[in-house]
């Protein structure tokens, strides 16, 4: 039996606001991010219209995460049509406050693996956007499940030269054990940029990453392509129903 595209991992269901925050962003990210002939190589990426200095260029890796995650849950907080689940709302404040600090095209090119460098153009594209529509259909409606989580973030190891740091955190939940988020971040043109996060130890990329491969190994590059749009097919046809 082929396995779903999509992995269900527990601790990333718990966590799921906080993954809605990261991943919904980093997805819609791909609507406006140039191609690029490797994954390597990051998109460039138009600074969140109103955003805080430090939320700009020059920020260091572990600002720029605490700047734009307290924005974030403050709208969160005050806006009621968010907290009800209003698509709309939620995406707008996705596509403002967040998607720019993510590269969303190296984290398409290292979820897909060594097939990426082999995937032509056109195939990579067709990844990017079926990867994108994934990610916002599953995990964006966790921005409105936001119930008063608080954010301890950690103290940054790193030395000024580094090019890639790890930024930790921990969201505290009344009702549950606290769980990590690691924010694996890599320094370029247009300042520090989101490549991949780990949710209590879970990578997202090589969530995906296990997944994709075996879709590929048995139906190629246009194998998964095929299966991520008929998952969002399905994802599509179920919020319809729930919205009628």
């Known amino acids: 039996m082929k396995k779903t ?3 269900t991992v527990p601790i990333l269901r718990r966590a799921s606001f906080a993954l809605a925050l990261l991943v919904a962003a980093a997805a819609a990210h791909a609507q406006n991010a140039p191609a690029a002939d490797s994954a390597q190589n990051p998109a460039a990426a138009t600074p969140a219209q109103g955003a805080p200095a430090e939320s700009g260029q020059n920020a260091s890796p572990d600002v720029l995460v605490k700047s ?4 974030v849950l ?3 907080r005050s806006d009621k049509d968010i907290r009800a689940g209003n698509q709309k709302k939620v995406m ?6 967040i998607l720019p600090h993510f590269d969303f095209l190296r984290m398409t090119g290292l979820a897909v693996g060594p097939a990426w460098r082999k995937a032509t153009p056109d195939q990579r594209t ?9 990610l916002v259909r599953t995990y964006s409606s966790g921005l409105s499940a936001y119930r008063n989580q608080t954010i301890d973030y950690k103290p940054l190891h790193a030395n000024p030269a580094d090019n890639e740091v790890l930024v930790r955190s921990e969201v505290k939940q009344a009702s549950a054990e606290p769980v990590s988020i690691d924010y694996r971040m890599a320094r370029t043109p247009e300042g520090w940029k989101v490549y991949d996060v780990a949710i209590g130890g879970v990578s997202l990329v090589t969530t995906y990453r296990d997944s994709f491969g075996q879709e590929v190994r048995q139906n190629g590059v246009d194998g998964l392509i095929k299966s991520l749009e008929e998952k969002n097919r399905q994802l599509e046809e179920q919020s319809q129903r729930a919205s009628r």
């Open 5 to 7: 595209m999509l992995i």
């Open 68 to 71: 734009v995650s307290d924005q």
């Open 74 to 76: 403050d709208i969160i």
């Open 92 to 97: 707008d404040l996705v596509q403002e406050k």
């Open 126 to 134: 067709r990844l990017q956007e079926q990867f994108r529509i994934l």
